[in-house]
């Protein structure tokens, strides 16, 4: 285990999300500096610098990160600038496009101890730092973490899952460890396995990434053939059957190379349905749902898949994220069911085939459709 090791100077890791590389990072660090860059695809190709000062044991003191486009000039302002300066009263300040951001421009706290960049997946390169930094021996080292542009904070807990792997849980991503897993070998982070979080995402060091050529690369591809969009989709799925109208609107997930279900959608955990905010079903009508009957209203969708079988679960909380599923707000869990298609489906995808008097809801994702069959009351 670490004890205080000698971090190295420089590294790089590459983060995919099954077979398409999301992200990029390279680091330079000195006694008292850590610098670094995160490029990323998704949206839309743009680059984030972070510059940390650190104190003598390695613990960052304050952190200035800006993001910016691909080839913008150094002078222009960043399309986001933040810096953190911690201290008795930690100090977060936000600018975009060079002018104070009044949403959350300078935000005050007590007790702040590590920051984290506005982007998932965040810097390996700062995780490897505050591991160094703060969990030198055997335990668990609980911290308080800055979010995003706004005014959160979370608590951060950093534990040892064995001799090389740490496992770094966030407030902001509960129930699930953020960073499932973080393999650390004499103080470098090798690779980090994020399946178990919402992010999907496994990563590996590089030390020798081609950072430049890479973000060329993508750069050329976002100017010929547009960006490369959201890794999950939004879309609305609208039906009119006897005179109800109804309508699902929903985030599509793609399968990019992976196994879904019992991988990416773990067997018998409460999936969100799609990804992103959690699906929403709005019908002007009651329904019979597999013979159970919905009034007419909003409600969110869930589903419970197991090896053997699927529910879908209706819930009465609407407008919240995805992560936040209040099982005690369920209104109905409705058996599904399943088929297993010939050919696998890349992007999640949810259908309403209608019929005189209701149809069918139907979710569609690799190699399974999950259907129930439904009336217009």
Known sequence: MLSHPALPASGGFVTQLGVDTIAIERYTRTADRLDGDVALRS????????????????????????????????????????????????????????????????RRYEGVGVPTLPSEPPSYGLYEQIIA??????GTARLTQIGGPGPQTAPLALSWRGPDSVQI???????????????????????????????????HRDDNLDFNGVLAGW???????????????????RASIAGANLEVVYSR????????????????????????????????????????????????LWTLPTPNGAQLIINSQTGQWGTDYDPKRDFARIPLTTT??????ERFTIGIDPSEN????????????YSVPFTVK
Do not use: C
């Open 133 to 138: 930094a703060n969990l030198t021996t055997t």
């Open 219 to 237: 750069a050329a591809r976002e100017a010929s053939a547009g960006p490369m969009g959201p890794a999950s989709t939004l879309d609305t799925t």
């Open 340 to 345: 297993t298609l010939a050919t696998p489906v």
């Open 43 to 106: 949206p839309s190709v743009r680059v984030i610098h972070y510059s940390a000062a650190l104190d003598r044991s390695g613990k960052i003191q304050s952190l200035v990160t800006e993001i910016r486009r691909p080839g913008a000039p150094a002078t222009a302002p960043a399309m986001m600038s933040r810096t953190i300066t911690f201290g008795p009263e930690t100090v977060v300040e936000t600018t975009r496009n060079g002018r104070r951001d009044t949403t959350s421009g300078a």
């Open 253 to 300: 997930p793609a399968k990019r190379g992976r196994v879904i279900f019992g991988n990416v959608v773990p067997w018998g955990e409460v999936w969100r349905t799609g990804a992103d905010a959690a699906t929403q079903l709005t019908t002007t009508r009651d329904l019979v749902i597999g013979g159970t009957t919905v009034p007419a209203g909003k409600y969110t």
């Open 169 to 203: 849980a966030s407030g902001f991503f509960p129930p699930t460890p953020w960073l499932e897993i973080a393999a650390v070998s004499n103080g470098r982070i090798v690779g980090v396995n994020a399946m178990g979080t919402t992010i999907k995402t496994i990563a």
């Open 358 to 369: 209701g149809g069918v809801l139907r979710m569609s994702w690799d190699d399974r459709a």
